[in-house]
Structures are given as C-alpha cells and as structure tokens.
C-alpha cells in the first residue's frame, strides 16, 4: 500500500479533467456503467462493467448501502421586492413551515424578503442567515414546505450538469432502494444497482445491510483552506439501526469484507467505529443515530470499510481526499489519469470505481 503522508495541501488534490468527459446524462442502464477496479495493496488496476462487481464479493461479505432519498429540494421563485429570479435548495427540515435553504443569488437578500413561488400564491420569506451562508426560510402560505416541494419542486441536480432536470432525473438520480426523503444530492456510487444485481449478490451468501446518511452541502462545500485539516465539515444526519448493525457485525465475526458503496456509507461506518477504542471497533458496531462532522484524509486509521465502491471525485473536494486516504493519494491520481485517457465518465452520473 502507498504511504501515507501527513501535511498535504489543497493544490496536492488537483488533476486535469476535460469538460467532456463531465457525464451529462445517465448510462441507459444502470449497471452498464464502466468500472475501474484498483487493488490497493499491488496497485493492479482492472476495466470492466459494473455489473461485474459481483466477482469482487464472496460469501460472508457485508454489502452497506445507503437508503436515503433524494427530496425535490431545488425551488425557482422571484423576489417580491426586485423581480429578481431566485433559486432556492432547500437543505434541512426545521419545522412544517421552515427549512434552512442556500439562496442564489444571495447578494442583498436580507430577513424580511419575500420570495414568490409559482404563480405567486405562494410566499417564502426569509427569516434569519446562519453563519454558513444558508438562510432560514419560512412559507407564509398554507401547507407545509414540503407542499410546496411536491408541487414546485426540481431535481437538485449539480451544478456541472448544464441542463434542466427532466422527468428522466426524478428515476435514475435516486437508487432503486432509496427509502428516507432527506438528501439534497444522490449518493451517487448507488446509482449503478439495479434490483436484479442486488438480488444476485444476495445468492452468492453476501449480507445487504442499510443505513441512512443524509447528504447536506458540507458534502460539496469547497475546501478553502490551504491545509486540508483545517477545513471543518458540516455535519449530517445518520442513521444505523439495530438489524442493520446485527447484518454487519456478522460479517466481521466471521471474517467477511465490509464493502460500503460510497463515501457517505464510510463516513457513517467509521464515524460508529470512533465512538469504540482499540479492538472492540474492530469486534463490532452499535447502532446509533445523530449527526456527523467526519472529515477523512491522510492520516486515518479505516476501522471497519474493507472495500470501496465509489464515482469519480472533483478536483480538490473533501471525497477526493477521502479515497486518497483508503487507498493512497498517488495511487488514486494515477487511476484517474489512467481514467481519463481511456475517457470514463466522471461525476454523479459518470462511471464507477471500486478500490479493494
């Protein structure tokens, strides 16, 4: 495996990407994504389709996904007081009437405006800003924000993708096993499961197990810092339940790999295994629900993930740094030149890679 180094700076995450190799749309079908496999430990790098995956797992392993759901959270308003067009993400729950929402434009918007939703019978005000740069924001209308969603409500689609949602988006940016409403983007590195593979997995003796870690803006918000450790992250809702820690911790007992399919699965993972010490987080998790900050980059000890299924990063970001830290920052780099010359698909609705 790659030494890890302490020390690394923002500029030691960059790598070139032409735009066209941003994925615009989804594959046709899901499990026809391309996959690169990387062993860690001998660098050996694989090119196959995802559907393949199943040859990487064996009886007794533990596969965790994550069950959130992506909510419509993007609303398009105009501001009551300047006509402006506004586009509000909403981004956390605070009552039937208020959520925590990013407002763009946000320049001039002070507590008091009033934003105009659909034909206008509908009026979100905003109430306060927190100091993230995130308002508060409140309907003044009857029903509940999440009315508004249903009725108004876009597909929060990322910024690099230059294009509109479509009805489309409302299916395949969402996994087949999405559950929970709470995310603002998908876990993407489950995009590429269809039901037929999972139940294919499940035939070869491999354990499902499924947790909930709501994606919030910490997820994509920008490293500023010219030293990675001092970027704070924001925290985000998870969830493990009981049954859902029985299904892993069996696995560990009997010796079996724990594959989380995406970064957020490590980051609930590994953020249980903090809260125990020494072998016991090697032995077994407890269930648990709360909040997470887990910020992971060069050092840091993986308790419990084995394996890692995942897309390919932005330059720079805090899921970059993540799989730099599993699998070394080198030998990641390498991948994605490797990548990007053999023209895989990068992003939310690009291709895959699993890291074993």
């Known amino acids: 495996m790659c030494p890890r180094i302490d020390n690394l700076k ?16 989804p594959t046709p079908k899901r499990e026809e994504s391309r996959l690169l496999v990387l062993d860690r430990e001998t660098g050996e790098i694989e090119h196959r389709r995802f559907r393949d ?46 959520w925590t929402a990013l407002l763009k434009p946000s320049k001039g918007i002070r507590a008091g405006a009033k934003i105009l939703v659909g034909d206008g019978a509908v009026i979100v005000e905003v109430t306060g800003r927190g100091e ?31 294009r509109p949602d479509t009805e489309e988006d409302r299916l395949r940016y969402q996994t087949v096993y999405a559950r929970k409403e709470g995310s603002i983007a998908a876990p ?31 997820t994509f918000r920008p490293v500023k810092t010219e030293r990675i450790e001092d970027h704070v992250f924001d925290e985000e809702y998870f ?40 072998e016991k987080a090697h032995r077994g998790i407890e269930p648990g629900s709360g909040r997470t900050g887990l910020f992971i980059h060069t050092p840091f000890e993986f308790k419990l993930v084995s394996s890692i299924i995942t897309n390919f990063h932005l330059p720079k970001s805090t899921l970059l740094m993540l799989v730099s830290a599993f699998a070394g920052r080198e030998r990641i780099l390498d991948c994605y030149k490797k990548a990007v010359e053999m023209k895989y698909r990068f992003y939310s609705y690009g291709d895959a890679m699993l890291i074993l």
């Open 239 to 278: 969830e493990i339940e009981p049954e859902a820690a029985s299904v892993i911790n069996r696995s560990i007992s009997e010796g079996g790999k724990i594959v989380a399919v995406g970064t957020t699965v490590v980051r609930a993972l590994e953020t249980v295994a903090a809260i125990s010490s020494g």
């Open 53 to 98: 995956i199943v040859r990487y797992m064996t009886k007794g392993d533990c596969l965790v996904l994550n069950e959130t759901k992506v909510i419509a959270a993007r609303v398009f308003g105009t501001r009551q007081d300047t006509g402006k067009k506004t586009e509000l993400l909403l981004v956390k729950k605070l009552s039937d009437k208020s």
């Open 188 to 218: 993407t590195a489950g995009l590429h499961f269809t039901q037929e593979l999972l139940d294919e997995i499940r035939e070869r003796g491999v354990r499902i197990a499924k947790l909930i870690l709501h994606v919030g803006p910490g």
């Open 10 to 25: 923002l500029e030691d995450f960059d790598y070139f990407l032409p735009k066209e190799l941003i994925a615009q749309k």
């Open 132 to 162: 993230r740069g995130e308002f508060e924001v409140t309907s003044t209308s009857d029903g509940a924000i999440e009315e508004i969603v249903a009725s108004h409500g876009h597909v929060p689609l990322p910024p690099y993708i230059k």
